[in-house]
């Protein structure tokens, strides 16, 4: 059964990188790799989504291994408000309707002054 | 532009009561999911919606849960005969289309059930 493995939580303070990996060992070939962040009392918000190799856009840069079964989200010079919870999803939907989402179970950062 | 829109915010039901939970996607958006979020837990996938096509319903959780889409739109997400372990955040999110595209989520209806 595909899963998806993450840190349960993660400290920091303001200013520092914070790199947060997720395992995806069982990835499939057409699946993608998404990052959502979670403040309380909202829904997750997208980050960044990424195949292969690096992507970067203005809040996080995403680097993916060649065989794809780890990702790691960088998220540079951390401020206060960046303290939330930060999902990893492995997957995607496919023609015939048919679903693959496997949701990580989210790694609580906290970041400190 | 609006967001995806959930509406209750709050319900409190007593146990054995039915609910029904309400999704306003993004206009023009064709897929629709709903997911559960119990505290401190994950995302719990429920049911996807695509356009016309039969909606994906592997992950509701037992007969006692159903959603419909009304004309490819607005969904509502019903339980009945609700039972304290389905207290939780029903989150629901919309996307331009399938594959990997990303998902806009509501504000999500926390449901307590006494």
């Known amino acids: 059964l595909a899963k998806t493995t993450q840190p349960i939580s993660m400290d920091s303070y303001e200013g520092q990188e914070v790199n947060i990996t997720c395992s995806h060992n069982n990835i499939a070939t057409n699946d993608y790799i998404t990052w959502y962040q979670q403040f309380p009392s909202q829904g997750p918000r997208f980050i960044i989504q990424?195949?292969?190799?690096?992507v970067t856009n203005e809040v996080a840069s995403l680097f993916i291994p060649a065989d794809r079964k780890s990702s790691t989200l960088s998220l540079p010079r951390v401020s206060l408000s960046d303290t939330a919870v930060y999902y990893c999803?492995?997957?995607?939907?496919?023609?015939?309707?048919?679903?693959?989402?496997?949701w990580g179970l989210g790694t609580s950062l906290a970041v400190n002054p | 532009g609006a967001g995806v829109s959930q509406s209750p915010s709050n319900k409190v039901t007593e146990k054995g009561k039915d609910v029904e939970l309400r999704c306003d996607p993004i206009?023009?958006?064709?897929?629709l999911y709903w997911y559960r979020q119990s505290l401190g837990q994950g995302l719990e996938f429920l049911i996807y919606?695509?356009?016309?096509?039969?909606?994906?319903k592997s992950g509701l959780p037992s007969d006692r849960f159903s959603a419909e889409r009304t004309g490819g739109s607005v969904s509502t997400l019903t339980i009945q005969r609700t039972q304290q372990e389905d207290s939780a955040v029903y989150l629901c999110a919309s996307s331009l289309g399938s594959g990997s595209s990303e998902q806009f989520f509501g504000p999500g209806t926390r449901l307590t059930v006494l």
């Open positions: 919606f695509q356009g016309n096509s039969a909606p994906d």
């Open positions: 999803l492995v997957g995607g939907v496919y023609a015939g309707n048919n679903r693959k989402l496997i």
């Open positions: 990424g195949y292969k190799t690096k």
């Open positions: 206009s023009g958006h064709t897929a």
